[in-house]
């Protein structure tokens, strides 16, 4: 009998990429829609919020501040990516002002009830991890010198 | 995240029981660097774990990208970065096999292996960025 916890990859999407149907079923049920005009703020630096956030559509700038107050946008993320990851993995505050560029859709994660959720499914938590550790090690990449 | 508590000093075991820890300890392989010793993540093949010494992150052009202090660990994913390790003293590490690893049957230790690989890759991009 298999009983090991091999992960395969089963879809493209940043979070469910190791699920089956009735896994994603089940994280679906903290999963909480928004929608955003263009140039709406959807994070701001400082909040204490931990919910995690997949854009499902649409692109958006994610920009710094320095002491001056000045803006700098310092990357663009589009449809299929993972925001608030760090801030959900360890507490600290939001480092970066995200602002929708363009309509967006986004899916929330809230915190408190997906880590609930998570106690309570091992194996969902595994996968939900192991999709995080994948997006987490293509940033890393990102910032690495040559 | 807050859904396990800390019962270990190493990084990749942090989450675990003494029980579970023990368990994966004898599934390690241990090895001895000496100065200078550089490895690779494709003759690794596996999560390192420093137990004694100092490593150094050295990309392809030898440039230093950060240092690996006792307890900590590094490869955590089988996807190679663009990074070799020199030891930068003598050295003792750990190593836990992706094979390992992917032969673990207990979803709540895998789980608490994956949880503790998000914190090590989520302070590894906190220490780029603040440039350590």
Redesign the interface.
């Known amino acids: 009998m298999e009983n090991r916890m091999i992960l395969h990859k089963l879809n493209e999407h940043p979070l469910y990429c190791y699920m089956n149907p009735q896994e994603i079923a089940s994280i679906e049920k903290v999963r909480i829609e928004q929608t955003f005009i263009a140039h709406e703020s959807i994070i701001a630096i400082g909040e204490r919020n931990r919910d995690l956030m997949c854009l499902d559509e649409g692109s958006v700038s994610i920009q710094v501040e320095d002491t001056q107050g000045t803006i700098t946008e310092v990357a663009r993320l589009h449809e299929g990516s993972l925001i608030g990851e760090m801030n959900y993995i360890i507490p600290t505050r939001r480092t970066a002002n995200v602002v929708s560029l363009t309509e967006v859709v986004a899916s929330y994660y809230p915190y408190a009830e997906l880590c609930a959720l998570l106690a309570q499914q091992p194996i969902l938590a595994a996968k939900l991890f192991a999709a995080l550790n994948i997006q987490l090690q293509m940033k890393l990449r990102r910032m690495l010198p040559a | 995240?807050?859904?396990y508590i800390r019962q270990q000093d190493n990084d990749l075991f942090k989450y675990l029981s003494d029980e579970e820890y023990q368990t994966l300890k004898a599934k390690c392989i241990v090895r001895k660097l000496k100065l200078g010793e550089e490895l690779t993540h494709q003759e690794i093949s596996g999560i390192v774990m420093l137990e004694s010494g100092i490593l150094q992150r050295l990309?392809?052009?030898k440039?230093a990208?950060g240092q690996l202090f006792p307890g900590e660990i590094d490869f955590?994913?089988s996807?190679a970065?663009?990074?070799t390790l020199k030891a930068v003293t003598a050295s003792q590490i750990s190593i836990l096999s992706y094979i390992q690893k992917?032969?673990?049957?207990?979803?709540?230790l895998?789980?608490k292996l994956?949880?503790a690989?998000?914190?090590a890759?989520?302070?590894?991009?906190?220490r780029?960025?603040h440039g350590e």
């Not at chain 2, 992917?102 to 709540?108: I, K, N, V």
């Not at chain 2, 890759?121 to 906190?126: A, D, N, Q, R, S």
């Open positions: 995240m807050n859904i990309s392809p052009n440039t990208c955590e994913l996807e970065l663009p990074y992917e032969q673990l049957t207990d979803p709540l895998c789980t994956e949880a690989i998000n914190d890759l989520c302070l590894k991009i906190i780029l960025t």
